[in-house]
Structure formats: C-alpha cells, structure tokens
C-alpha cells in the first residue's frame, strides 16, 4: 500500500519559518522524484519544489527560490521542504507527490498538510 503522509504545517507570522515532512512507503521511494505542490483557495495546484533521485538536482518555483530548500533522506523514505521567510501569500495546502517508473510512470500524492502565514 502505498502512503506519502506529509507533516509540519500550522500557522506561523510572516517572517517566520517551517519544515515539512512527507513520508513515504509502499514504493521504492529512492528512484522515485519527489515534489512538494501547493494549492491555495481558490487557485490550481502548482509545484513548489522537486528534487530528482540523485539528491543533487532541484527545480524551485521562481515565488520560492532562495527561501525554501527541498532535501530528501533516502534511508528514512523522507523528503523535507524546509520554508524561510515566509509571506501570507504562501498560505496554502501543501502536498507531496512522487513520479516514478520508466515503462509505466507513477504518480502518488499525499493528503496535504495546512500552512498558514497570518499575523
């Protein structure tokens, strides 16, 4: 069964900082990329960040860059998005998706988790 739970949301100031978590399982998590996306109320899902398998290679949105660093820890199944100076405009669900598979590509998604950037 495959699971991607993802963890750390709440609400924080402006300014402030957090680190998501998603755990995966069910998969072969190491050769898969993962991806963290957000959806605001109101608006479509959009990527945030992915890392590919290496770990060495990263995309970032360009709302996003130089603030937020996506890592991954392959012995844990774990991908992080760690989130710096965060504004109001990051508010939004935040949900982590793996892509993998050469022949038949794959596509998991976790239930989401709630950030919230308010004074």
């Known amino acids: 069964q495959v699971q991607l739970v993802e963890s750390g949301g709440g609400l924080v100031q402006p300014g402030g900082s957090l680190r998501l978590s998603c755990a995966a399982s069910?998969?072969?998590?190491?050769?898969?990329?993962m991806s963290w996306y957000r959806q605001a109320p109101g608006k479509v899902r959009e990527s945030v960040a992915t890392i590919f398998s290496s770990g060495s290679s990263t995309n970032y949105a360009d709302s996003v860059k130089g603030r937020f660093t996506i890592s991954r820890d392959n012995a844990k199944n774990t991908v992080y998005l760690q989130m710096n100076s965060l504004k109001p405009e990051d508010t939004a669900v935040y949900y982590c998706n793996a892509r993998g598979g050469t022949i038949i590509v794959r596509n998991y998604w976790g239930q989401g988790t709630q950030v919230t950037v308010s004074s």
């Open positions: 069910g998969f072969t998590f190491s050769t898969y990329i």
